[in-house]
């Protein structure tokens, strides 16, 4: 390679490279536009937009499953309970001492039940004569043992019991879980 190439081929390489370097300078000195945070328009008169619901605490939903479970302990039960949100979210599970192993499941799909129907699952376990495809909808188990929790009337909870001899015994624990809540 002659001189002359040499000096061109470098003159070449070294205005890439600036030309390089000042585009990444650039590129990282120009700030990025402030973008203003999107809030929706919220008038007093406009609140057709919006919604509030309801929901338990994680303290009202502990003391619903342990009111629950010592009901159970008191005859000698050994059971899961779980406790879901109205959207069928665990919120909380306890799992009694000698629980079987299937009763965790169970529990929280008879809560999710429950509360999805806004019945206790004794009463929609009686509708399946008539409506036999309910126990086909995932996530559901139409046996006694969940109860829903309201407010004004409304669905907000359910708890569910599972691991009792019976639906009868499970709902009964159940139901001095949600009424736990009323004192």
Known sequence: MNIRTRVLTGTALAVALGAGAFGAVSASATPAP?????????????DKNFTTSTHLTIDAATRAARAALGAAEKENQKVTVAVVDRNGNTVVTLRGDGAGPQSYESA????YTAVSWNAPTSVLAGRLAQAPNLKDIPGTLFLGGGVP?????APVAGVGVAGAPSGDLDEKFAKAGVDSLGK
């Open 34 to 46: 402030e973008s203003a945070p999107v809030q929706a328009a919220a008038k007093k008169d406009d």
């Open 108 to 111: 929280q799909r008879k809560a």
């Open 149 to 153: 929790v309201q407010a004004k009337g």
